[in-house]
């Protein structure tokens, strides 16, 4: 027996809710420049100014830093800054740094050259969008992959170092720089752990050693930017697989070695109930 099309129950379209109570604006508008830093360092790298392309990448990583701050003190958290800013971090720490290292040092090689730098932007997507979903999950203190703004950071100090140093131009076939390319891409979809630095707070005491290791990290910054900059990048970018190694290495506890016992495979002794007389 058919049913006619009177009778049957119509769907609800669906409604798109309105951002009816606005939104926040002094850490979106952090975010936009971020944005539009990044998007000026695809435009500088088209016309061959590598030197503003790995800069403009480094305005958008402080803006990236500043927003979110902004946002915790202000209490201006939201969903759509949340997603906004990983679209921003798409354009200006995946698509710019891709399309600056092809230009700048893989170009040369061809088919391999552009397939690292699309590798790149893709694994970028990926880590951004596996972030906004474990957000919740993940131990705060911890992030798995490599941060796609640690990754670029990675690229552009590394172009910033090259003229720091005397090159002009564009690097003539660094191997180097493509095996890196491709390493960047792996750490950031793996899941080795690298350390988030949210625990660290700047505002409590600490001890009169740290201020004095804090300013003079400063001055030497001040007086060789790139090669400290470069340096931290590369650094934190090794330390996940190196931590990792090590924790591998690291014998578990309790576990017995040579012929000690561990803790909980001591043997454990009854106390002798006495007979009866």
Not at 13 to 35: A, C, E, F
Not at 177 to 188: C, F, Q
Not at 248 to 261: E, L, N, Y
Request: a positive charge.
């Amino acid at each position: 027996m058919s049913t006619s099309t009177a009778e049957m129950p119509r769907r609800r379209p669906r409604r798109i809710l309105p951002l009816r109570r606005g939104v926040y604006l002094l850490p979106n508008l952090v975010t936009s420049i971020g944005l539009l830093a990044g998007f000026y360092s695809i435009i500088a790298t088209m016309n061959d100014r590598f030197w503003m392309a790995a800069a403009m990448i480094l305005v958008a990583q402080c803006c990236d830093v500043l927003d979110g701050r902004i946002a915790r003190l202000a209490r201006a958290s939201s969903s759509f800054g949340v997603q906004y800013d990983s679209l921003a971090d798409l354009i200006s720490f995946g698509v710019a740094p891709a399309v600056l290292v092809y230009a700048w040092a893989l170009h040369p090689f061809g088919r391999w050259g552009w397939l690292a730098a699309a590798l790149y932007a893709t694994c970028g997507a990926l880590r951004l969008a596996r972030f906004n979903v474990q957000v919740t999950s993940v131990e705060r203190r911890h992030f798995l992959g490599l941060p796609i703004p640690a990754a670029a950071a990675v690229i552009s100090t590394t172009v910033l170092l090259h003229f720091d140093l005397g090159g002009q131009g564009a690097a003539h076939r660094p191997l180097l720089m493509l095996a890196i390319v491709y390493l960047l891409a792996g750490l950031m979809v793996s899941e080795i752990r690298y350390s988030s630095f949210k625990d660290v707070h700047l505002h409590r005491r600490h001890p009169f050693p740290v201020l004095i290791g804090i300013i003079v990290i400063v001055l030497v910054t001040v007086g060789a930017p790139w090669p400290v900059l470069a340096t931290a990048a590369v650094t934190y970018a090794a330390s996940g697989p190196v931590g990792a190694l090590l924790r591998r290495a690291r014998p578990a506890r309790g576990v017995t070695t040579g012929s000690s016992t561990a803790p909980h495979l001591r043997p454990v002794t009854v106390d002798k109930v006495p007979k009866r007389s």
